[in-house]
C-alpha cells in the first residue's frame, strides 16, 4: 500500500498561481501513471493531470494549456503546477494513481477568488 500526503493549496486570486505537492509513503517508480485529481463542491471527483512513468502527460480539457504535472520518482512526488488560475478551478485537489486504486488522501483545498 501507499499513501499520499498532498500539500501547497490556498487562496489565490483569478490569474494567479499555485504549486502542489505529492508526497508518498513509498517510492512509486513502480506506478505507471500517476494523477492529479480535484473535486468541487456538490460535484464528483474529476481526473485533471496525468504523467506516466515514461513521461507521458494527458490533461482534461479545462486545464490544458494551464496546468503542468511534474513527477519526480527520486522524491516519491508528484507536483501541480497550476498558472492562470480561474475561480472554476477551485476544488480540494488529490493524488492517486490513475485509476484511484490508493486509499486516499485528505487532500488540499484550492480557492481562487474573482
Known amino acids: 500500500q501507499v499513501q499520499f500526503v498532498e500539500s501547497g493549496g490556498g487562496l489565490v486570486q483569478s490569474g494567479g498561481s499555485l504549486r502542489l505537492s505529492c508526497v508518498a509513503s513509498?517510492?512509486?517508480?513502480?506506478?505507471?501513471?500517476m494523477g492529479w485529481y480535484r473535486q468541487a463542491p456538490g460535484k464528483q471527483r474529476e481526473l485533471v493531470a496525468t504523467?506516466?512513468?515514461?513521461?507521458?502527460?494527458n490533461y482534461a480539457d479545462s486545464v490544458k494549456g494551464r496546468f503542468t504535472i511534474i513527477r519526480d520518482n527520486a522524491k516519491n512526488t508528484v507536483y501541480l503546477q497550476m498558472n492562470s488560475l480561474k475561480p472554476e478551478d477551485t476544488a480540494v485537489y488529490y493524488c492517486?494513481?490513475?485509476?484511484?486504486?490508493?486509499?486516499w488522501g485528505q487532500g488540499t483545498q484550492v480557492t481562487v477568488s474573482s
Open positions: 492517486n494513481d490513475i485509476r484511484g486504486t490508493y486509499r
Open positions: 513509498r517510492n512509486i517508480f513502480s506506478i505507471d501513471a
Open positions: 504523467r506516466t512513468s515514461s513521461g507521458g502527460t
